[in-house]
């Protein structure tokens, strides 16, 4: 996969540019990624704010021309987290991802992924479009204001990192979990994915709008979705938000 990275000073939201560029062109090659400097509406899952300060984050989106299932969206996200976490983890940054959509480190929130399926009016064109927001250089200052444990590469490492290098040097985890994932979708990756997200019979607790179920992790199944064990038995979750 040929990356090709379109920078701009300042967007509202790369995933939102993105998706207009795409209604505009729908012929955008794989690999295609805009990138900016600061970003003033970024989104995470049910319209939640992303919040990054101007030129202290990598906020990007990254363009995957693939046919239109639904189901591929999760599983895409998955391979994604796992890119990001190997080239942490390069640094010797302890990373690893969550389910469904996001990098940790010490239970801390180091970056979020969202994945939208976009389809051309006629339908001829599909693709996801991957936005990821990766903390950088944030401080412990800016990461203290935000709603949820949150850290960066500078907290952890101790070490202002280049944006730029940054975004390239995850050039080659991206391609090596892209091309698994393309290869042989989610099954492809779940014995990695679990090793690093497990382990099995952890103890969960997932919310997902007003439900709220316990238990303890199955597994995954083939489409990156959460197995959970409860006491009616194992049970799907396609989506939620889960704490230990
Ligand atoms: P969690 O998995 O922590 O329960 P979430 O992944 O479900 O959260 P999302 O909607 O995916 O939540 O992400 C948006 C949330 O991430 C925001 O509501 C905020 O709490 C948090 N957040 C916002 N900006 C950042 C950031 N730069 N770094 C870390 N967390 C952030
Ligand atoms: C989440 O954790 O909910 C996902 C956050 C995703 C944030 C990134 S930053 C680049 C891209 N543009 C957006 O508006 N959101 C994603």
Redesign the pocket.
């Known amino acids: 996969m040929q990356f090709k990275v379109d920078w701009h000073d300042r967007l509202g939201?790369?995933?939102?540019y993105m998706k207009q560029r795409f209604i505009r062109e729908s012929d955008i090659p794989s690999g295609s990624i805009v990138a900016t400097r600061e970003?003033t509406?970024?989104?995470?899952?049910q319209e939640?704010k992303?919040l990054?300060a101007p030129d202290t984050n990598l906020?990007?989106?990254l363009f995957i021309a693939t046919p239109a299932e639904l189901m591929a969206v999760p599983s895409l996200t998955m391979a994604i987290a796992m890119a990001v976490s190997e080239m942490l983890n390069r640094l010797r940054i302890p990373a690893a991802p969550k389910w469904p959509?996001?990098v940790l480190v010490d239970g801390k929130?180091i970056c979020?992924?969202?994945s939208e399926r976009v389809e051309s009016g006629d339908s001829s064109a599909t693709g996801i479009i991957v936005?990821?927001?990766l903390n950088v250089n944030m401080s412990s200052v800016e990461a203290e204001a935000i709603d949820r444990p949150a850290t960066s590469m500078l907290i952890v490492s101790s070490q202002a990192h280049d944006l730029c290098r940054t975004l390239e040097s995850l050039f080659q985890p991206l391609e090596h979990w892209i091309e698994e994932w393309k290869q042989g979708g989610f099954p492809r990756l779940r014995e990695s994915w679990t090793q690093q997200a497990g382990p099995i019979g952890k103890r969960l607790t997932v919310h997902d709008g007003d439900v709220i179920k316990s238990g303890t992790l199955a597994g995954f199944g083939d489409h990156g979705e959460l197995l959970l064990n409860t006491e009616n038995g194992v049970e799907t979750i396609w989506s939620g938000d889960v704490s230990a």
């Open positions: 939201s790369t995933n939102t970003q509406a970024g989104r995470g899952r939640r992303w990054s906020c990007f989106s959509n996001d929130k979020g992924i969202l936005g990821i927001g």
